[in-house]
């Protein structure tokens, strides 16, 4: 991580919901969808320390989960429809909440990485 001070400080959320380089907020953090590009292209910060891991995953079971399966209740008590209307319903719900989800937890998550200066852990040995 680089510890450029000639950038004024990106608020993590932000840049991160916007999918923008943690450090100069103008450049691009994916290439694809969720495929991180290897440097920015406007700063030049090596993107090799973000390690998002399956932190987003987990965030977006938690949260669509709860949304998904808050409308599918809803519009079982509201309508009493049969199941198959539950899977071409639903699911698409499901699908599109997930989906949307996914790209910005992962900005988020890799910006706040950048943020708080996170790395791996490493065990402090002492004097050998």
């Not at 399966?69 to 009493?80: I, S």
Request: aromatic share 10%.
């Amino acid at each position: 991580m680089a510890g450029n001070d000639s950038y004024s400080p990106q608020p993590p959320v932000l840049t991160g919901i916007k999918g923008r380089c943690p450090r100069c907020g103008q450049g691009r953090m994916f290439r694809g969808y969720i495929d991180l590009m290897p440097t920015c292209e406007i700063c030049g910060l090596d993107f090799s320390f973000a390690d998002s891991g399956d932190g987003p995953a987990v965030f977006v079971i938690m949260i669509a989960g709860a949304v998904v399966l808050g409308f599918a209740l809803w519009l079982e008590f509201t309508f009493e429809p049969r199941f198959w209307v539950h899977l071409i319903v639903s699911l698409p719900v499901l699908i599109i909440v997930c989906g949307g989800l996914l790209r910005v937890l992962k900005g988020v998550l890799i910006a706040l990485q950048y943020r708080n200066k996170a790395a791996e852990g490493r065990a402090d040995m002492g004097p050998q």
